[in-house]
């Protein structure tokens, strides 16, 4: 035991210190500090409290559609919210429509790419008009996104947007199911919405529990006439859904750890294959659950979370269209290398274990694992630099710009401010 007039720790506590160095330590002011560094360390090894919640049920597998039928109440009035018409010629309209031919239906089309908040205002004007009471997405996330956010409006007194800038404001509304035809973002299996609004060039996410739905319909045939394009944006969102809530720090969840790691590879392994292949029924299968698996929160239990790509994101389609995926494919590779300290033993474990990557010193190993995420995004058809889309060196400012008029700072430890948006999005460039 160590003393000076009253105990004040133990060697065991201070590991490998010699009694010496801490004698010196204790006649300074340093002494409180360090103690407070290790407590800080030992921290963040542990995993976080969390509770967990997700009541969707997920119905799998071909043929399923046709459980529409008993999944909702003949007695309810459905609102079939879609997308721009896909539905109708690859025959899932036709599905649907035989599935609820004996209930009272009224059908939605046009909601976008990114949900366009008058849009979403058309469709909650048709719903009171009809009296609806039960609403069902066919289509992908985007279109269920706008579908949960058409519920909470539907019972809102005041400005719908409110909602959005506001989620303590939602509340539970009508029931909301989905019909899913592209795997991408998770949202047939969370409580997150993504609703924008062109006139304000705004795009903002939201979460609230009453944002489950209560069931969502997988069938993975839905997909196989899905274009390039979109299975190259919804593969690359459903890998960075993953990395969001796994590159951070150690958080000893070694079972989330693992979770997530596999779902990794399994992305890395058919994504590009899916590509090649779309009407492979067990390749869209495996993507199919890895994109709803990616963002329903298991793999997010007691582990902290990044979202500074996703958010960061949102500011690049505001402000220039671009889809989400490419926002993403843009970002994160040298949102990587700025954070490359700070996240340095998760990159190290993601280099191992994802990558198989072993040799080399510490900071070759990093390296290489990033230029392997960016190779990742470029196989799947991606491109990951702001100028092969046309944009030059004034999106560094005006993305800076945007993120210090939200007033927040993001990632795991808070410290992507807006100068470290411009480093991102320069290096980027």
């Not at 409110?162 to 404001?169: G, H, M, R, S, Y």
């Not at 997988?218 to 969102?237: C, F, H, M, R």
């Not at 033993?345 to 072993?358: F, M, N, P």
Request: glycine residues 6%; neutral net charge.
């Amino acid at each position: 035991m160590i003393r000076k007039r009253k105990q004040i720790c133990t060697i065991s506590e201070f590991g490998i210190l010699s009694i010496n160095f801490v004698k010196i330590f204790m006649r300074k002011a340093f002494l409180a500090k360090f103690v407070n560094s290790i407590c800080f360390l030992q921290n963040v090894t542990k995993m976080n409290n969390f509770s967990f919640q997700n009541p969707t049920k997920i119905i799998f597998g071909k043929g399923t559609i046709a459980q529409l039928s008993t999944e909702i109440p003949i007695d309810k009035r459905v609102m079939i919210s879609f997308g721009g018409g896909s539905a109708k010629r690859n025959g899932i309209y036709e599905q649907v429509m035989d599935a609820l031919k004996n209930h009272f239906i009224v059908e939605f089309w046009g909601i976008e790419a990114n949900p366009e908040y008058e849009t979403l205002l058309k469709a909650v004007s048709l719903a009171k008009e009809k009296n609806v009471n039960f609403l069902l997405a066919v289509g992908g996330g985007s279109v269920l996104d706008g579908t949960k956010f058409i519920s909470q409006a539907m019972l809102y007194e005041g400005e719908p947007w409110d909602i959005v800038k506001n989620p303590a404001l939602a509340k539970p509304s009508y029931p909301v199911a989905a019909v899913m035809t592209m795997p991408a973002t998770g949202s047939e299996m969370n409580h997150r919405c993504v609703v924008s609004y062109r006139a304000k060039k705004e795009k903002l996410a939201f979460m609230s529990r009453h944002l489950f739905p209560i069931f969502s319909i997988l069938d993975p045939e839905v997909a196989y006439s899905l274009p390039k394009k979109q299975l190259t944006n919804g593969i690359v969102d459903s890998f960075l859904h993953v990395m969001e809530q796994y590159m951070t720090y150690p958080a000893n969840a070694l079972l989330m750890d693992r979770w997530a790691e596999g779902i990794l590879q399994t992305i890395i392994e058919v994504g590009p294959k899916v590509i090649a292949n779309p009407s492979d029924y067990d390749l869209m299968s495996n993507y199919m659950l890895c994109a709803t698996m990616a963002l329903n929160e298991f793999i997010s239990m007691g582990v902290p979370q990044d979202w500074a790509t996703h958010r960061v994101g949102q500011e690049l389609t505001a402000l220039y269209e671009l889809d989400h995926g490419q926002t993403l494919a843009i970002l994160y590779p040298a949102l990587l290398q700025v954070l490359r300290k700070e996240k340095h033993e998760k990159l190290l474990q993601y280099a191992d274990r994802v990558w198989g990557i072993r040799k080399g010193s510490e900071e070759e190993r990093v390296d290489a694992v990033i230029a392997k995420t960016e190779e990742f995004f470029k196989n799947v058809g991606m491109r990951t630099r702001f100028h092969e889309y046309g944009i030059g060196e004034e999106a560094v400012e005006a993305i800076a710009e945007r993120v210090r008029m939200r007033g927040m700072a993001y990632g795991e430890h808070k410290s992507v401010t807006p100068d470290l948006v411009r480093e991102i999005v320069k290096l980027a460039l």
